[in-house]
């Protein structure tokens, strides 16, 4: 049996994705999830060392979710900017920010994966306005969440997430 690890690692990470964002909605199967990311070669658009600062990070993030969405309907899978952020960002973490032990540009500026945990930790924790349903969002809040997070000063994004305490 042929079975590389990159295979392996890019399966895994569209099943995460999958998994993050299936509750509630349609034909978000991992094979579907699949079709969209080799649609949309998101290995090959995802270029690590060309992402040198936040700006670069959310340039090709508003791109790539907004190209998500358009291919997305054409499967009968209706995302909401938040969701196809949150599938975007788990695709990163688990294919990228995991193996690279959180090192590198695309670790320090790629968004953490937003969901109703991290945002009510963090509104605790840090007064962060309240903000809307990361399932609904659309494109502006969810860059409003982003700035807001922004605004903590952490060395990478991925620190945010140690709201989602799994004990």
Same mark, same amino acid.
């Given at each position: ?43 090959? @658009? ?22 998500? +969405? ?22 990163? @973490? ?11 540009? +695309? ?6 994966? +937003? ?46 997430? @140690? ?5």
């Amino acid at each position: 049996m042929s079975y590389t690890f990159d295979e392996h690692r890019y399966n895994f990470a569209v099943w995460t994705a999958a998994r993050a964002i299936q509750r509630g909605l349609n034909n978000a199967s991992s094979a579907n999830i699949s079709k969209l990311f080799k649609k949309l070669k998101i290995v090959d @658009k995802i270029k690590p060392d060309s992402i040198e600062n936040a700006n670069d990070f959310d340039t090709f993030h508003k791109e790539f979710c907004k190209n998500l +969405i358009v291919e997305a309907n054409k499967l009968g899978l209706e995302l909401s900017y938040g969701r196809a952020s949150k599938l975007l960002a788990i695709f990163i @973490k688990t294919y990228y920010v995991l193996p690279g032990n959180g090192k590198g540009n +695309i670790s320090k500026f790629a968004h953490p994966p +937003i969901d109703n945990i991290l945002l009510e930790k963090s509104k605790k924790v840090h007064s962060i306005r309240p903000i809307p349903k990361w399932t609904l969002m659309g494109e502006d809040e969810y860059f409003n969440v982003i700035n807001e997070f922004r605004k903590l000063n952490l060395d990478s994004f991925w620190m945010l997430e @140690k709201y989602w305490n799994v004990t």
